[in-house]
């Protein structure tokens, strides 16, 4: 089970936090950020592996996200700066137990979304 939490309004060039809880074998997991505005379809923003050591961003928030986790306390962080107003959307944390991956449908497991809204 995961839970997303952090989202919250923020204006433009702030910074935010996002926490991904879960429960059961966190470190047997790779663990992804999606996200989705309205009426847009869900793109990927971040994963990281399993312990952590390899990570990889979508071009649009390179330089500005970074993704970590912390096993031992069960949860993964997505850390926002300078956030844009293109930035707004509900954003997901997604596990796989298999692959590490920028496609949705490689991740069976899912969180709920905690919604980002960034003001100009």
């Known amino acids: 089970q995961l839970q997303a939490s952090g989202g919250g309004l923020v204006e433009a060039g702030g910074s935010l936090r996002l926490s991904c809880s879960a429960s059961?074998?966190?470190?047997?997991?790779?663990m992804g950020w999606f996200r989705q505005a309205p009426r847009k379809e869900r793109e990927f923003v971040a994963a990281i592996s399993r312990g952590g050591e390899v990570t990889f961003y979508a071009d649009s928030v390179k330089g500005r996200f970074t993704c970590s986790r912390y096993n031992a306390m069960n949860t993964m962080y997505l850390q926002l700066n300078n956030l844009k107003p293109e930035d707004t959307a509900a954003y997901y944390c997604a596990a796989s137990s298999t692959m590490i991956s920028r496609v949705g449908r490689q991740y069976p497991y899912w969180g709920q979304g905690t919604q980002v809204t960034v003001s100009s």
């Open positions: 059961g074998t966190f470190s047997n997991y790779h």
